[in-house]
C-alpha cells in the first residue's frame, strides 16, 4: 500500500458529460501529481500541484482541470468527455519537487 | 525536451534467466533516473532510482540498474527471473536542477513475461 488513495476506482460514463477524480496523498506529502495511461499515448503526466498552487502542467487538456485543496486533497476534473479520454488517470503524491512520487491504484475511466 | 526510449515493448525470458529490460534517454544534462514496476490492475510501484553517487543502483525484489553516461543508458537487470516479476517495467526521467518540478517522463513501457 502506497498510502495515496485514489476514488473511485472505476468510473464508467458517457460521451459529454463531466466526472471528478479524487486524490488523498500520503501523510506529510505536499506534492501531488496527475498522470494519464492510455493504450495510446502511454503514461502522461497532467499537471502537478504543490501546497495548494499550481507548480507545472503537461499535456493536459483544456477540459481538463485540477485543484488542490487546503487539506491537501486534490480532484482532477473532466468535462465535455471524449471516447478518447477513455484511460487510467493515476494520482502521485511526494514531499517535495524532485522527490520520490508514490503512486495510487489508479481510477479507469471508461466513456461509452 | 527530455524523452525515454525503451527497447522492446515485450520481452520473455524463462523462470531463472537473467533479465534485461533496456532503457536510453535523451537529455542535455543527465537526468534523475528511474525505474518503476506496474502489476495488473495496480499502481505503479518503485523498483530503484539514480540521482547521484554509484552508478550501479540496488533496488527492491534483487533488480539493479547501471547509470552509463556516455551511452545515455539505464538497464535493469535481474540474475535470475521469478514467476512473480511478470508485470509491466516502466523506465522515467526527472529534470534535477533548481526548478525541477519532478515531474516524470515515461518510456512506453516492457512487458515482461517469464516462462515456468
Known amino acids: 500500500d502506497s498510502g495515496v488513495t485514489q476514488t473511485p476506482k472505476h468510473l464508467i460514463t458517457a460521451t459529454g458529460q463531466r466526472v471528478t477524480l479524487r486524490c488523498s496523498p500520503r501523510s506529510g506529502d505536499l506534492s501531488v501529481y496527475w498522470y494519464q495511461q492510455s493504450l495510446d499515448q502511454g503514461l502522461q503526466f497532467l499537471i502537478q500541484?504543490?501546497?495548494?498552487?499550481?507548480?507545472a502542467k503537461g499535456n493536459i487538456l483544456e477540459r481538463f482541470s485540477a485543484q488542490q485543496f487546503p487539506d491537501l486533497h486534490s480532484e482532477l476534473n473532466l468535462s465535455s468527455l471524449e471516447l478518447g479520454d477513455s484511460a487510467l488517470y493515476f494520482c502521485a503524491s511526494s514531499v517535495d519537487s524532485g522527490n520520490i512520487q508514490y503512486f495510487g491504484a489508479g481510477t479507469r475511466l471508461s466513456v461509452l | 525536451a527530455q524523452s525515454v526510449t525503451q527497447l522492446g515493448s515485450h520481452v520473455s525470458v524463462s523462470e531463472g534467466a537473467l533479465v534485461l529490460l533496456r532503457c536510453n534517454y535523451s537529455s542535455s544534462v543527465p537526468p534523475y533516473l528511474f525505474w518503476y514496476v506496474q502489476y495488473p490492475n495496480q499502481g505503479l510501484q518503485l523498483l530503484l532510482k539514480y540521482t547521484t553517487g554509484a552508478t550501479l543502483v540496488k533496488g527492491i525484489n534483487g533488480f539493479e540498474a547501471e547509470f552509463k553516461k556516455s551511452e545515455t543508458s539505464f538497464h535493469l537487470t535481474k540474475p535470475s527471473a521469478h514467476m512473480s516479476d511478470a508485470a509491466e517495467y516502466f523506465c522515467a526521467v526527472s529534470d534535477r536542477g533548481s526548478g525541477n518540478t519532478g515531474k516524470l517522463i515515461f518510456g512506453q513501457g516492457t512487458t515482461l513475461q517469464v516462462k515456468p
Open positions: 500541484y504543490y501546497n495548494g498552487e499550481e507548480r
